[in-house]
């Protein structure tokens, strides 16, 4: 366990009679609010000094209203909720432009996703000429993008960076590895390749959500995560928490518990880049 605070680069808050989620009905165990108050106790036994909201898939005509409604929540929690990563509908192109003209003016908003994962079976999705446009008129902004991807799309988003070098990248979930069938490659080395580019970074979040829920041991799950920070290094890897979703294989504290076992080896100065340093970097904190 760090022995110092930790900065969470990747938590879901969330109120299903605030906004509507459609997907959630399909996952029972998450369809129900899940607030600053239940992030407390359920990660108690872990210092968690401040976290980044990441967007949790709202309705696809509520991604400004999801930010406002994350904005309206960090006033009463300004210490520890301090930035939002926002669903923009970046595939508008020129037309996102407003959208994010928009989100700009909620305070802690610091960066975007789009689910890539959700377009599975539209290979070439994130290449689309509107969405990288709209990807490459982040900057504008001081947004950077978060690549939640599945790992067969790798070889999509290693393009989408090749398009956009003056955007901020960060990969979620170490683009979801298919741990659960044992699967490597192409993922090892387009990891390798992904992470040659110097303005990708990648969130160590999500790993055990893409093994067994039921019965993932650390022997399965710890390779994906030290060739991630091989790849990356130190400088470029921050922990996310990926709350509450993780609660659907781990509790909080035993994921931690599995990435302090990876980095036990590491100098202080580099599980502080990990656990919180670079968050406050990359986010701008």
């Not at 600053?36 to 990441?54: I, N, Q, S």
């Not at 930010?67 to 009463?76: D, G, K, T």
């Not at 829920?213 to 390779?223: G, K, L, N, S, Y």
Request: glycine share 6%; aromatic share 10%; net charge negative.
């Amino acid at each position: 366990m760090p022995d110092f605070p930790i900065v969470d680069s990747h938590v879901h808050l969330y109120d299903p009679g605030a906004l509507d989620f459609p997907w959630m009905a399909n996952a029972p165990k998450l369809n129900r609010p899940h607030l600053p108050d239940d992030f407390r106790r359920l990660t108690a036994g872990v210092d968690v000094e401040a976290l980044v909201f990441v967007e949790v898939d709202a309705a696809p005509d509520q991604h400004l209203r999801e930010a406002e409604w994350v904005a309206n929540v960090a006033r009463s929690e300004p210490d520890l909720i301090r930035g939002m990563v926002a669903a923009i509908p970046l595939e508008k192109g020129e037309g996102a432009r407003a959208d994010l003209a928009a989100y700009a003016e909620v305070g802690i908003a610091r960066g975007v996703r789009r689910l890539i994962e959700r377009h599975l079976d539209e290979p070439g999705w994130a290449l689309q000429d509107d969405f990288v446009a709209g990807v490459q008129m982040l900057p504008e902004f001081g947004f950077s993008f978060d690549i939640c991807v599945l790992h067969p799309q790798l070889a999509d988003a290693i393009e989408l960076v090749r398009r956009c070098p003056k955007v901020s990248f960060v990969i979620d979930h170490v683009a979801k590895p298919g741990i659960r069938d044992g699967l490597v490659e192409p993922w090892k080395s387009e990891m390798r390749e992904i992470a040659s580019f110097p303005n990708v970074a990648c969130k160590i979040s999500g790993v055990v959500t893409e093994a067994h829920h039921d019965r993932w041991t650390e022997a399965e799950v710890i390779p994906y995560i030290e060739h991630t920070i091989d790849c990356f290094g130190f400088d470029r890897v921050m922990f996310g928490g990926d709350w509450p979703v993780s609660e659907l294989a781990s509790t909080y504290k035993r994921w931690v518990d599995v990435v302090d076992t990876v980095v036990a080896g590491a100098s202080e100065a580099e599980r502080r880049k990990l656990y919180r340093d670079n968050a406050i970097a990359f986010y701008r904190l």
